[in-house]
């Protein structure tokens, strides 16, 4: 989650009709040029948001008969718990098999507009699931919850909307009209996912599901243009599994290849939506730390480093060594990062396991 995505236009005047539809056209053109997948989910919630003054949103994407929460905004949970705790509390999928608003949607593709989640009538087909309010002490009001359906009519995710707000800040139904417009909304983003995602396999690694090197440059070479124009500093982390080797040779290679997907989703896990995390080679994984310092950096690999230490791994605990470099801290051309970096960590490996070394 991003912390950019999270800021919905304030409650004020209701836009007229026109003013609202020549927006969802520059929404809508925005999102199908948007190449980045994480980014795209993030601004679709964002731009619903916009459209209905909602305190919160959440987009799931369907795979099978589960529901993944891809995107997550709450002013509310941001503000108590933290982006990070308040991902973790949202990592556990919904099953379709699990009676809730977002499951009956994605099975149905029908819209459901409430004015009081909490008082769904006994005769509906479907049932609030107050499981998370109560488990996060939340209280949702109002709920707008609307299919994500492609080209082909099929349903790849839902766009659930909660607790409208008007002008004073007071918890309203959604109005009637804005919920065509989020319909439309809905419409527009499906295929905008679609497209984004079969451009994704190409930069995606097959093992890991994370990034490869290609994406990896590609987007080096666009935060480093960033770095020059706005003079936001950008790190790069690199971790190397120690010992990796002895596992593929005791082990066999299913084992190593069961570390380096459990390695990448921790790191994943434990990352910001925009934080672009890479399978870099072998063994080897490169996070660029976008808008973040040296001594973030610092911090983050510390933090990640002592995730994977702690994690009982399927075939034995797991140790992995940092190298860290810095613009400008360490190195003034977007070039010199990688090398850098590179180097910090040749110097961990060298020092011992479980080492960080900082260019």
Do not use: W
């Not at 929460?69 to 919904?94: H, I, K, W």
């Not at 699990?98 to 149905?108: D, H, I, M, N, R």
């Not at 911090?299 to 009982?312: F, T, W």
């Amino acid at each position: 989650m991003s912390d950019k995505a999270t800021d919905p236009t304030k409650p004020g005047d209701k836009p007229s009709v026109t003013q609202l539809l020549k927006r969802l056209i520059q929404v809508g053109i925005g999102l199908t040029s948007e190449r980045d997948l994480s980014t795209l989910l993030e601004r679709i919630v964002t731009e619903a948001r916009r459209f209905t003054n909602a305190e919160a949103g959440t987009l799931f994407l369907r795979e099978g008969d589960l529901l993944r929460f891809a995107v997550v905004q709450n002013d509310v949970l941001r503000e108590r718990m933290g982006e990070l705790e308040m991902r973790r509390q949202f990592a556990e999928p919904l099953r379709l098999s699990q009676p809730s608003l977002a499951g009956y949607v994605a099975e149905t593709a029908q819209p459901i507009c409430l004015p009081d989640a909490y008082g769904v009538p006994k005769s509906r087909p479907y049932v609030f699931n107050q499981d998370l309010d109560v488990r996060l002490h939340y209280q949702t009001g109002s709920v707008l919850v609307v299919p994500l359906q492609d080209a082909t009519r099929d349903v790849i995710g839902v766009l659930q909307l909660i607790n409208a707000r008007d002008a004073a800040g007071e918890v309203v139904p959604f109005d009637p009209e804005l919920e065509t417009l989020v319909q439309a909304l809905a419409s527009q983003a499906a295929v905008a996912i679609r497209n984004a995602r079969l451009e994704e396999l190409s930069f995606k690694d097959p093992l890991t599901a994370v990034y490869n090197r290609r994406y990896f440059m590609l987007r080096l070479e666009e935060e480093a243009r960033r770095h020059v124009r706005f003079a936001e500093p950008l790190s790069l982390v690199l971790f190397d599994i120690d010992g990796f080797k002895t596992i593929n040779d005791r082990l066999g290679h299913r084992a190593g290849d069961d570390a380096l997907k459990e390695t990448a989703q921790l790191i994943v896990t434990n990352s910001r939506s925009f934080s672009i995390v890479t399978r870099y080679g072998g063994d080897e994984f490169a996070v660029l730390l976008v808008n973040t310092s040296k001594s973030g950096a610092v911090k983050y690999a510390q933090r990640i480093r002592d995730v994977i230490e702690r994690h009982r791994f399927s075939h034995g605990q797991l140790t992995v060594s940092v190298g860290i470099a810095a613009l400008p801290d360490d190195v003034l051309a977007s070039e010199d990062l990688v090398p850098a970096a590179d180097r910090a960590l040749y110097v961990a490996k060298r020092v011992g396991r479980s080492t960080i070394e900082i260019a």
